[in-house]
């Protein structure tokens, strides 16, 4: 299956539009080839949805970066269609992070707190079922034909406007990350007390990442060894903020609806919900703090510096 992270055949002085099919056509064959094991055998392996989004999100990025090199109406129908699957694999892959981290917990919590994890075990079944079902909504109802989509953006490539016929993958490589690069220096710089601002970062990471991975071939070994390492490493910090973000979100709520809803036994349930609520509620400053500690290391050990200067040079 052909899902890797790095793509093969692609040279630096590659014309664009043949760059855009090369990339397309191995961003999106994976979603085509997860879709089945997701929406039919989810439930025998988490892995089978945790990859469909995985490749649903590097299928999505190809697609903005070759984005001037599609009609807009390919371009939004096909970025439509990826986003609904996209969202849905998410919710879903949130559900399946929460019970993974309820079955840990359960194995060391004390007795006093299995009433409420058991109660939130349940909560959390039911609702990843009814993620499921989401899914299968977005790729089986109308059926989703990713070939037909895959076949009708390579149809349309053309070349973007006020460009000549020598415009290559590089020419469009440095400017891209350049100001990818840019964009995440500005979110890091907002308040990121505010967890909205710390999400700017991690979708100003994750965008640097993907088009990182498509443009691997245009620069340098340190590009692909050095670099990308430091920055899949930020997003990986951003990733357990944002799980544990998520998980205080939904705990939050469970916790007033069963408060509410059943005031005779809340106090059962009370000690394991109130216990992994105050857990990620210090898991996300830790986190915050985490990325920031990196973040100065990026700056300060010159690595972002030297980064802009490779894509210069």
Not at 70 to 81: I, S
Request: glycine share 4%; hydrophobic share 45%.
């Amino acid at each position: 299956m052909s899902d890797g992270k790095w793509l093969h055949g692609l040279r630096q002085d590659m014309p664009v539009v043949a760059a855009a099919r090369h990339v397309l056509l191995a961003r999106l064959a994976p979603v085509r080839d997860r879709l089945p094991q997701a929406v039919f055998h989810a439930d025998e392996d988490p892995e089978h949805v945790h990859q469909l989004r995985v490749s649903t999100r590097r299928a999505g990025a190809a697609l903005r970066i070759f984005a001037a090199c599609l009609p807009a109406k390919v371009y939004d129908k096909v970025r439509k269609k990826l986003r609904a699957v996209r969202r849905a694999a998410g919710a879903a892959r949130d559900w399946d992070v929460f019970l993974d981290f309820l079955a840990q917990r359960q194995l060391k919590a004390p007795s006093v707190q299995q009433p409420g994890l058991d109660l939130l075990l349940g909560v959390a079944q039911g609702a990843r079922l009814a993620a499921q079902q989401v899914l299968v909504q977005a790729t089986q109802h109308p059926p989703l034909d990713v070939d037909a989509l895959l076949q009708t953006a390579l149809a349309a490539l053309k070349m973007p406007m006020d460009n000549s016929a020598t415009y290559s993958l590089r020419d469009m490589a440095v400017p891209l990350l350049t100001e990818q690069l840019c964009l995440l220096d500005q979110a890091a710089k907002g308040d990121l007390h505010n967890y909205e601002h710390l999400h700017q970062v991690r979708i100003r990471g994750k965008r640097l990442r993907y088009a990182m991975e498509v443009f691997a071939g245009c620069f340098g070994i340190s590009f692909q060894e050095k670099y990308y390492p430091a920055v899949e490493e930020m997003q990986e910090i951003l990733g357990q903020a944002n799980d544990s973000h998520v998980a205080e979100q939904r705990l939050a709520a469970i916790r007033s609806r069963i408060k509410l809803t059943q005031p005779s036994t809340w106090g059962r349930y009370q000690p394991g919900i109130d216990a992994l609520l105050r857990y990620h509620r210090r898991a996300l400053p830790q986190k915050r703090k985490l990325f920031l500690t990196w973040w100065r290391d990026w700056q300060q050990s010159g690595a972002e510096e030297a980064f802009a200067s490779l894509l210069k040079s």
